[in-house]
């Protein structure tokens, strides 16, 4: 057999990427960083450089996919929370809606900030130099004063909670992932890129991701600010309006340790 078939057949013999944002997605991206923890965690004369440094290089490179796929959908269900629900469901149906809008637009801003940072990342290991902080993650939660009070239970129906029990829960998770990442941050040394650093930096990038969306006259778009259309209440989807596919949301961050750990063992 010839290089050239050898290649084929051993190209033929890879899995094919998952698609970025599935689940599959996301356990590959902690399959690889279990291997990439592994590699670190080795005294400095064990280490297998090359190695290290292509673990980095697709970790990053999987994260980044996922993030931007991440954002995407939650875009794509802030526009849907937006839009005037065709039914009313239950008295509380505007509220819940108006507060889903919220919840996955700061979803959007938190997702596009790991966008800018995994680029920068991505960037260092193919460089092989040690990524800088170019953007922080944050989950900037805009809610208004009467998104801040729930309406009383007796007025909501079992939909209504169940989708403003995932948006919290969401919340919850982003919350837990950005600690986490900001603890690492701090343990590997990492450093801010340094203002006009046009090697390793956020730039209008970082600052539009973190800045939260506007409405028309300036100030943060709300649930207010959208446009009502008379009799008709926002609500979640009737039989006639599908709500799109919840986005993939992190592991809570004590089931990602474990399922890295057993990958970690699993390849000794």
């Known amino acids: 057999m ?3 078939e050898w290649l084929v057949e051993l190209l033929d013999l890879q899995p094919p990427r998952p698609t970025p944002g599935t689940e599959a997605a996301r356990l590959e991206e902690m399959r690889v960083a279990a291997l990439l923890d592994k590699e670190v965690a080795k005294p400095a004369g064990q280490r297998d450089e090359e190695l290290e ?4 290089l697709e970790v990053h490179k999987t994260r980044l996919a996922n993030a931007e796929a991440y954002a995407a959908r939650a875009a794509q269900l802030a526009a849907w929370a937006k839009q005037p629900a065709t039914q009313q469901c239950c008295a509380a149906a505007g509220w819940v809606r108006q507060r889903a809008a919220a919840s996955y637009e700061a979803q ?3 997702y596009s900030l790991i966008v800018v940072q995994s680029t920068e990342e991505v960037a260092a290991a193919q460089a092989r130099r040690r990524a800088v902080i170019v953007a922080e993650p944050m989950l900037r939660l805009e809610l208004s004063g009467e998104l801040q009070q729930a ?3 007796m007025d909501t129906c079992s939909e ?3 989708l403003l029990q995932e948006v919290e829960l969401a919340e919850g998770s982003s919350q837990a992932c950005i600690d986490v990442t900001l603890k690492k941050f701090q343990e590997w040394g990492m450093k801010k890129a ?3 650093d046009a090697a390793a930096s956020g730039g209008p990038a970082a600052a539009a991701a973190a800045k939260p969306a506007r409405g028309a006259e300036g100030g943060p778009v709300t649930p207010k600010q959208q446009p009502q259309q008379e009799q008709q209440q926002q609500q979640h989807p009737s039989s006639d309006e599908e709500l799109p596919q919840q986005h993939q949301q992190h592991p809570s961050t004590d089931q990602e340790q474990e399922q890295r ?4 063992a ?3």
């Open 2 to 4: 010839g290089w050239f």
């Open 160 to 162: 209504c909670a169940q």
């Open 108 to 110: 959007h801003g938190y």
């Open 261 to 264: 750990q057993e990958w970690g």
């Open 151 to 153: 309406p009383p239970r």
């Open 194 to 196: 340094a203002p006009g």
């Open 53 to 56: 440094w292509g673990l980095r």
């Open 266 to 268: 699993a390849d000794t």
